[in-house]
């Protein structure tokens, strides 16, 4: 079982939409959590990060974290076609520890 | 704030030459950094941890006398890929964590390594 998993996606949704990004972890010991954007040929670029169940909001994009079933979600409201790009969930154990990224959601919004 | 650069972004080189790339924290001190390397389509894989004045840790499989990473001072960690193979072509990322209690780490913008 990988430690990060995320669906590969391409995951297609038409602009102005409300994307889903989901990712699930294996350690129960993780601590933060975090959504990187990374565009084709770029480095990864943050979107957020949380470390508290529930939900965190930041202008269109809300992360969402549940500890229990040990998943965290990134939600894109009002999707726009610049939007497209590959999402990378990573966790980390506690303060300044590495981080261990899935593989990333391809993410395409169509106009 | 919280820039990281590298230098070069590109680089050629034929197989069996030694690499160097740097990673700077240009508005920011950076007691660790991280090297990470891309393979097309793939995700980010974590090389080794670099703390200032002290040696790097390697993640299992990456071999430390092939990776050699000196993190001299707060602002400046070098990745110097000795005797560069065609296998060893790929998309090599730095990050740093300016620390002070911040956990976010900093992404430079990357190195492409194309060995011939």
């Known amino acids: 079982q990988k430690e990060v998993e995320q669906n590969s996606g391409p995951l297609s949704v038409p602009e102005g939409a409300i994307a889903s990004l989901n990712c699930t972890y294996s350690d129960r010991g993780s601590q933060s959590f975090f959504w990187y954007r990374q565009y084709s040929g770029k480095s990864p670029e943050l979107i957020m990060f949380i470390y508290s169940n529930g939900d965190k909001e930041d202008g269109r994009f809300t992360a969402q974290l549940n500890k229990a079933s040990q998943y965290v979600s990134l939600l894109i409201r009002d999707s726009q076609p610049s939007d497209s790009a590959t999402y990378l969930c990573?966790?980390?154990?506690?303060?300044?520890?590495?981080?261990?990224f899935g593989t990333g959601t391809r993410l395409q919004v169509f106009p | 704030g919280a820039v990281v650069s590298q230098h070069p972004s590109w680089v050629i080189c034929k197989s069996g030459t030694s690499v160097k790339i740097e990673c700077r924290s240009l508005d920011f001190q950076a007691t660790t950094m991280f090297w990470y390397r891309q393979f097309p389509k793939q995700s980010l894989m974590l090389m080794a941890t670099?703390?200032?004045?002290?040696?790097?840790?390697?993640e299992q499989g990456v071999e430390k006398d092939k990776f050699l990473i000196n993190h001299a001072s707060l602002t400046l960690s070098t990745l110097t890929v000795t005797s560069a193979h065609p296998e060893d072509s790929s998309f090599y990322i730095c990050?740093?964590?300016?620390?002070?209690?911040?956990?976010?780490?900093?992404f430079g913008p990357g190195t492409r390594l194309l060995v011939l």
């Open positions: 990573a966790v980390n154990k506690g303060f300044a520890d590495k981080l261990i």
């Open positions: 670099s703390n200032e004045g002290s040696k790097a840790t390697y």
């Open positions: 990050s740093a964590l300016p620390g002070q209690g911040q956990e976010t780490q900093y």
